[in-house]
Each structure stands twice: as structure tokens, then as C-alpha cells.
């Protein structure tokens, strides 16, 4: 899909009220490694939603290359179902997405999902274990697994939320390595919980710390963004 499509859609889903929240990122990537030409701002929409036969989870990544725009668009749509009370759920997942007219292979996940939350939602940890087909991968092996656990903890009466997701998977990179590992974990201030500040003051102000092992580049790197969030 042609970046300027993705985003029309993204901004369609979020005026229908689905999006709960939308994050700006500053990635100093170039800065720091000398990663890219230039360090470069992304935008997130999130959006997360339980209802009465699990919960629909999907967010979209789009990456503004200085004065040519969009340079990259990524997204993920996750499903998790279930018909009974226990913990488990079903889980099915789509991934894919573009960087400078390069399109990834379409990734789909089937599998399944613990997630454990407390009785007031203000922590919860989810892991799920799942079959990965990965479209147009670089040895013609697109059978593989991918390992994921999501978190998020509200702490100091919701003044501080510590959320984040890291995956672990098998692919053959084009750095010659198989395995691959990211992780994103985020902090946010909630300025909205300062006394005396509005209740519908609804923006955040965090960071994220972009953990990646042989994904974008080969090696281990680490690379903070600093970030606002909407929530709606």
C-alpha cells in the first residue's frame, strides 16, 4: 500500500473514534550510530479494544524523512478470542509494511495467548507463543515462530505508565544472522494527573527505548526517542 493510502486510513480510523491514542517520536538514530541519512520524527497510532470474545489490539508506524515525506509506513492488527473464562486466549496476527518503496514480506501469526491482568487494571503482562508464515523471505523458508510479551504498569495514581512490547522470532536477515529480537519498552508522564491539572488534559510526555538485535541493522543497538502522547 502506498504511504499516503495508509495514512488516509490510519486518519480515518482515528476520526471513528477507534484510535485511543496517537504518539510522536523524535528517533535520533543517525545521531548516535550514524544510522540513515538523518535523524527522523514517526508517528503511532494505537488503538486497543476488549469486548465480550477477547480483544482487537493494532497499531500503524509512519516514518517522515525530512523534505520527502513519509519513508516508511509498518502496522500490526492482532485478534485475540476466546469462549470461556480462563486466562488463554486464541491469538492471530497480521504484520507487514514498506520503507522506502521496499514492501516486507506479509507476515501472518496464529497461536496462543496468556494474559494476566489485576483486578484493577492497573498492571498486566501478556505472552503468547505463536506460528509465524513469513511471505518472501531471503532462504525461501517462510515457516518460523515468533515469541512476544506485552506489559504495562500505572503507577503513582496513573501519574506514571510504563508499557512496551519485545518480540523474538526466526528469519533469515540480510545480515546473515536467523534470529531477531526488538523491544520497545515506554515511559509516560501523565500530565493530567499533576493536581490541579484538567482531567481532559489528555497528553503524555515520555520516552522509548528501541532495543533491537539483527533487525535494520546487524549487531545490538539501543536507541532512545523522545515522545508526546494524545490519549483519547
Known sequence: ???FLLLFFVLCAASAGQAQNLQLHYDPRHTLYNIGERDFLTTTVEMFKPDRWGSTFFFVDLDYNGDRGVGGAYWEIARDLKFWQLPVALHVEYN????EGYSFGNAFLAGVAYNCDNSDFS????LSLNYKYIQKTIDGRPHSFQITAVW???AANGLLSLTGFADFWREMSPFDTRFIFLAEPQAWLNLNK???APADFDLSVGAEVK???NFEQKGFYVIPTFALKWTF
Open 96 to 99: 507487514g509494511g514498506l520503507v
Open 194 to 196: 499533576i493536581k490541579g
Open 1 to 3: 500500500m502506498k504511504p
Open 152 to 154: 504495562y504498569l500505572h
Open 211 to 213: 532495543l533491537r538485535h
Open 123 to 126: 498492571r498486566g503482562l501478556s
